[in-house]
T-cell receptor, first 114, second 115 residues
Framework: AQSVAQPEDQVNVAEGNPLTVKCTYSVSGNPYLFWYVQYPNRGLQFLLKYITGDNLVKGSYGFEAEFNKSQTSFHLKKPSALVSDSALYFCAVRGSVRDDKIIFGKGTRLHILP | DAEITQSPRHKITETGRQVTLACHQTWNHNNMFWYRQDLGHGLRLIHYSYGVQDTNKGEVSDGYSVSRSNTEDLPLTLESAASSQTSVYFC??????????????FGPGTRLTVL
């Protein structure tokens, strides 16, 4: 069965510091991995995805994520955090079987402290 | 610009009433999804559709139904609303059926309160 875990409910980072939001997954076969961001009172917005190829994926707003197959992880990173990055972040995974559906993690709330 | 809209944005209803939440997308996407978002649970899939006349149950489908009579719309109906269905509901769409790596586009959400 597919599963995705975001081990931290909340992450606090000082503005200007690097940030990491963790995600681990479990799927059969090759994973398709996604990160979404949700701002208050809004729907989720797509940030980036990993399909195949380069393990480092670059996305919107300066975010990037690193796919690590041996550790089954897909951590979201940004070199220098902005206060405006404060939001709720969701990791999602889908397996490569046709009937697989996207499974979302429970979300990690990111607070960037000025 | 293409978009996905939900209505109403806020709804208060009473236990036992039938409620329908609307979702409309103008991207001509084949796939449409309904999720509910609850604290501590993240997003959970209620129903989904891969095209007109196609509907499928998701993880938490009990008490909900959908119908897909055209490409643009996937209304979600709560047959007899219960307090446990108080939640924020999100509609989403994605491009191609059988294409596993297409991202989903989300609507703004409907906050439903069942008293």
């Amino acid at each position: 069965a597919q599963s995705v875990a975001q081990p931290e409910d909340q992450v606090n980072v000082a503005e200007g510091n690097p940030l990491t939001v963790k995600c681990t997954y479990s799927v059969s076969g090759n994973p398709y991995l996604f990160w979404y961001v949700q701002y208050p009172n809004r729907g989720l917005q797509f940030l980036l995805k990993y399909i195949t190829g380069d393990n480092l994926v670059k996305g919107s707003y300066g975010f990037e994520a690193e796919f690590n197959k041996s550790q089954t992880s897909f951590h979201l990173k940004k070199p220098s955090a902005l206060v405006s990055d404060s939001a709720l972040y969701f990791c999602a995974v889908r397996g490569s079987v046709r009937d697989d559906k996207i499974i979302f993690g429970k979300g990690t709330r990111l607070h960037i402290l000025p | 610009d293409a978009e996905i809209t939900q209505s109403p944005r806020h709804k208060i209803t009473e236990t036992g009433r039938q409620v329908t939440l609307a979702c409309h997308q103008t991207w001509n996407h084949n796939n449409m999804f309904w999720y509910r978002q609850d604290l501590g649970h993240g997003l959970r899939l209620i129903h989904y559709s891969y095209g007109v006349q196609d509907t499928n149950k998701g993880e938490v489908s009990d008490g909900y139904s959908v119908s897909r009579s055209n490409t643009e719309d996937l209304p979600l109906t709560l047959e007899s609303a219960a307090s446990s269905q108080t939640s924020v509901y999100f509609c989403a769409s994605s491009r191609l059926t059988g294409d596993p790596y297409n991202e989903q586009f989300f609507g703004p959400g409907t906050r439903l309160t069942v008293l």
